[in-house]
């Protein structure tokens, strides 16, 4: 079966300094994987995904993950934060070539607080 | 374009009681998904619908059911609420194929007395 881990619950940061989230997978097959954020009384939106090809992904607002195969993770990167990025971000994977519908198994989820 | 709507936004019911839930799926898609968000959790699926056909089903025992309609917007039925389906239920929509990104709605807040 496959599982997500988020190995951070929370994670506080000051503006304009980096941040990495952690995300490891475990799949005996190949997965997509993706990045949503779910802003407080809010639905999920896609921040970026992986399908193929380059193992860095970027997103329009500065973020970016990078697929690392052999460590089977996902880890999300910014190099300077904003307040605005205050959120829930979840880690999420499909599992290439499977039936059965495109179900996204996510993992727990880490709270980014921004602070001054 | 009108993104993925959901009704509706709160909801109180009672042990034993029944609920629908409503989705709205964005223009252009023919594939709902259902999940639930417990809280501090992150979604799990519930089940999946494309062509109004349930095309996929997450470990919810059967009490939890659903439709879809032809014009693609969906229902999920909650028989015999338990206090443990108290939840956020979001809905999602894309098109079909594994690789498009499913667009999630705001969510129904269900709380269960």
């Not at chain 1, 399908?51 to 052999?70: D, P, R």
């Not at chain 2, 989705?23 to 594939?31: L, P």
């Not at chain 2, 699926?45 to 919810?60: A, D, K, L, V």
Request: aromatic share 12%; with cysteine; hydrophobic share 30%.
């Amino acid at each position: 079966a496959q599982s997500v881990t988020q190995l951070d619950s929370q994670v506080p940061v000051f503006e304009e300094a980096p941040v990495e989230l952690r995300c490891n997978y475990s799949s005996s097959v190949s997965v997509y994987l993706f990045w949503y954020v779910q802003y407080p009384n809010q639905g999920l939106q896609l921040l970026l995904k992986y399908l193929s090809g380059s193992t860095l992904v970027e997103s329009i607002n500065g973020f970016e993950a990078e697929f690392n195969k052999s460590q089977t993770s996902f880890h999300l990167r910014k190099p300077s934060v904003h307040i605005s990025d205050t959120a829930e971000y979840f880690c999420a994977v499909i599992l290439a070539g499977a039936g059965g519908g495109n179900k996204l198994t996510f993992g727990t989820g880490t709270q980014l607080k921004v602070e001054l | 374009e009108t993104g993925v709507t959901q009704s509706p936004t709160h909801l109180i019911k009672t042990r034993g009681q029944q609920v629908t839930l409503r989705c709205s799926s964005q223009s252009g898609h023919n594939t709902v998904s259902w999940y639930q968000q417990a809280l501090g959790q992150g979604p799990q699926f519930i089940f999946q619908y494309y062509r109004e056909e349930e095309n996929g089903r997450g470990n919810f025992p059967p009490r939890f059911s659903g439709l879809q309609f032809p014009n693609y917007s969906s229902e999920l039925n909650v028989n015999a609420l338990e206090l443990d389906d108290s939840a956020l239920y979001l809905c999602a929509s894309s098109s079909v194929g594994t690789m498009d990104t499913q667009y999630f709605g705001p969510g129904t807040r269900l709380t269960v007395l």
